[in-house]
């Protein structure tokens, strides 16, 4: 048995727009992290380089997308910080992230988040813990990144719950 963290929330932005901030690696280093190689296309990489001063510890070298959907669904494996290195970045248990994309009827993208994969055993809680926390933390840079660019704005600001669980339409 594993657990999965999960997150949610509706982004001011149309769809194809999220997708893109997702996917193409242009966009993803403006506002996920400072280096990135995403090859979108299963089998292609999805690699993010969080420490440009630091390439070879901080980052998810060797990470890969497995499924696709386009403008509905991107996953990809994951693998965490370097203290996490034993635990869950070997070829197996690799955990796994699924982004999931839905247009909403005011014209918002919701935006759900599954990071699954962490083991049931208590070696795996600050791993588990930490990821819930990073995940909110990304979600909200990329909220605050389409609300600071004209470029994406619906012209609205949605409100944002706790943990960045915000209801999406359907």
């Known amino acids: 048995m594993t657990r999965s963290v999960y997150h949610q929330l ?26 990135a190689n995403v090859e979108p296309v ?37 693998k965490g910080p370097n203290q996490f290195t034993e635990l869950m970045n070997t070829p197996a248990p690799q955990t796994l992230v699924t982004v999931r994309f839905k247009q909403n009827p005011n014209g918002s993208t919701c935006v759900k988040l599954f990071h699954r994969g962490f083991q049931e055993d208590s070696s795996w809680d600050y ?22 660019s004209t470029d994406y704005l619906l012209g609205y600001t949605p409100n944002i719950e706790t943990k960045l669980t915000v209801s999406c339409a359907g």
């Open 127 to 148: 791993a588990y813990d930490w990821h819930e926390l990073v995940w909110a933390g990304v979600l909200n840079q990329l909220q605050t990144h389409v609300e600071k």
């Open 10 to 35: 509706s982004i001011s932005a149309p769809l194809a727009e999220v997708w893109t901030l997702w996917t193409d690696a242009k966009e993803v280093i403006k506002w996920f992290a400072p280096v």
């Open 42 to 78: 299963v089998g292609g990489k999805y690699e993010l380089f969080f420490m440009p001063s630091n390439l070879p510890n901080k980052n998810t070298s060797g990470c890969h997308i497995v499924h696709m959907i386009p403008e509905q669904e991107l996953t990809f494996t994951w």
